[in-house]
């Protein structure tokens, strides 16, 4: 329930501390007071729009605060909890409004956002006026009511709603993959191919750059190696020329010429060093065993390889991870095709679930429709709307996929035969509409209502019966739910547990006015009462009548 409200510096309000209570409260008083001021603070406080032209003339800002007393499991108190807002024993709203049309909002003193002040004042408190788009005026909400109505099961058409739009979602992202790999498909398959045939190894490159190092090393070598076997043993080698020569000097020698046996003896042992000289080159050729045709095949492999890496922008042990990828993307295409068909399985078992509970979930709504009608018309021959009707018009479409279901709900009224029937705020005038309001609230407040239920002047236009048919009925919600009612009419007034008289006073002469709001005791009450049966100048006869008409409703 709403259990306080203070106002500060709003329109003509200064200042203003209201303890509310359960059952039946009535605001009254003369036109112009400020009742519809109040309703305005009280709005602002549970998110409705904020407004400069709101904030006292002289003031900085204004400010709204309402407390509400609610049980642990309200709704209210779980959007607190999903937002991280403290869940304090009592809920306080308080909105700031500024004079240069800033607003801030505070839940039990933590700054929120203004849709979250204004989630949560929906749920807490439902407003009903004449031409009042709010509550059940708002097509969006007829839906809810219905089903809260019924009383059936909703939450199962959201599961299944939910698992069908979570199975379409994977198919659609597997779909997305497997389109993407066959549309690389046949890159893949190259990539593979060629990576494949190149036999890959780890730290192939590295050993394959120092086996072309050492031999281009030996390449080199060999050449000098040549050039010292052309010079040694080639055509104009020195070993056949010095043994000639010294032959030629022994026989010399031997035949007494003497002086030449040193020069034998040195050509001697230069043909035994190079002798040496030949058999150290032979050896040298044998150990570099060189093959020019080795070196080639090595830079071919390795060039290769660099060629591949170049052309993936890794190196070239990346391209061990590139195959692997491109593997990994053809297989995916094989077992992908699999998993679609899983997945596809299993949105059409999902959407056979959902078709099953939103079926089951229309006909529900069907027969809830028909009562709701029978509840709500029943209401309304003493409302003095006897002739119209009331109609649920349900517009079902099986192809819907929703989580609320097939069908699209709506409030309907004929309020006179032979003419047509249309939306509540079209076809209503305003005492029809407020009358056709209450006469759903009355059928409704105990499935779903929100607990404080507000009415602004709903039985303006009307007086005698209805006016008595109205006070009954509010009088009715009272007994389940919290119910504040702006009102001019006496016969609502006298059912009232709490009253309020709402007027307009001089804070000092020629200074500005300013709106007060007061409890009434039973004396003040029957004087009030007197004055709405009466008007301006009430007499003893209007004082009895008061009198007369608590008593009765008491």
């Not at 026989?251 to 230069?270: C, H, M, T, W």
């Amino acid at each position: 329930m709403l259990s306080a409200l203070s106002v500060r510096n709003i329109v003509l309000i200064d200042q203003l501390d209201l303890a509310l209570d359960s059952g039946l409260t009535v605001l009254t008083g003369e036109t112009g007071a400020g009742k519809s001021i109040l309703l305005d603070a009280l709005t602002l406080a549970l998110g409705g729009r904020g407004d400069a032209s709101l904030v006292r003339a002289g003031a900085e800002s204004g400010q709204v605060v309402a407390v509400l007393s609610l049980p642990r499991a309200h709704p209210a108190r779980e959007a607190l909890r999903d937002n991280a807002v403290a869940d304090d024993e009592d809920v306080i709203l308080r909105r700031v409004q500024y004079a240069d049309g800033r607003t801030r909002a505070f839940i039990n003193d933590q700054p929120v956002s203004a849709g979250l002040l204004q989630t949560v004042g929906r749920l807490v408190v439902e407003i009903h006026g004449q031409h009042d788009d709010r509550a059940l005026v708002d097509v969006a909400t007829h839906r809810a009511a219905l089903d809260a109505f019924g009383g059936y099961d909703v939450a199962s058409v959201r599961a299944a709603h939910a698992a069908l739009v979570e199975a379409d979602t994977a198919v659609a992202a597997q779909k997305a993959i497997i389109d993407e790999a066959l549309s690389r498909e046949d890159y893949a398959r190259h990539v593979v191919e060629e990576l494949a045939a190149l036999g890959l190894e780890l730290g192939e490159e590295e050993v394959l750059a120092e086996r072309r190092q050492r031999l281009m090393t030996l390449e080199k070598a060999a050449e000098e190696v040549r050039d010292a076997d052309e010079i040694l043993n080639g055509p104009s080698a020195p070993g056949p020329v010095l043994a000639g020569l010294m032959r030629r000097l022994l026989r010399k020698a031997e035949g007494g010429a003497a002086i030449f046996q040193p020069i034998v003896e040195a050509l001697d042992a230069s043909l035994v060093a190079l002798d040496g000289t030949s058999d150290a080159l032979e050896t040298l050729k044998r150990e570099m065993a060189f093959d020019p045709a080795d070196l080639e095949r090595v830079e071919e492999r390795l060039f290769a390889l660099r060629a591949a890496s170049r052309k993936h922008h890794v190196t070239a042990d990346g391209l061990l991870d590139v195959l692997a990828k491109y593997r990994g993307e053809l297989e995916m295409l094989q077992s992908g095709e699999e998993s679609l068909k899983t997945l596809e399985a299993t949105a059409a078992a999902a959407r056979e679930a959902y078709l099953k509970a939103a079926t089951k979930l229309s006909a529900e709504r069907e027969k809830a429709a028909k009562a709701l009608t029978k509840a709500v018309e029943a209401e309304l021959p003493d409302l003095k709307l006897g002739a119209a009707r009331f109609i649920v018009d349900r517009q079902v479409d099986s192809a819907r996929v929703a989580a609320t279901g097939f069908d699209q709900v709506a409030f309907h009224v004929q309020t006179n035969p032979g003419t047509l029937a249309g939306p509540l705020l079209k076809v209503a005038s305003g005492g029809e509409l407020s009358r056709f309001l209450l006469a759903l609230k009355v059928v409704l407040a105990d499935r779903g209502s929100a607990p404080v239920l507000i009415f602004d002047e709903i039985d303006t236009g009307v007086g005698g019966a209805v006016a008595d048919a109205i006070g009954r009925r509010l009088g009715r919600l009272a007994g389940r739910v919290q119910v504040i009612s702006v009102t001019h009419a006496p016969q609502v007034a006298a059912r009232a547990q709490t009253h309020l008289l709402i007027e307009k006073q001089a804070i000092s002469e020629g200074a500005f006015m300013r709106t007060h709001v007061r409890p009434l005791d039973e004396p003040a009450r029957r004087e009030e009462v007197a004055r709405m049966l009466a008007g301006a100048t009430v007499t003893e006869e209007a004082r009895a009548a008061a009198r007369k008409l608590i008593s009765e409703v008491g």
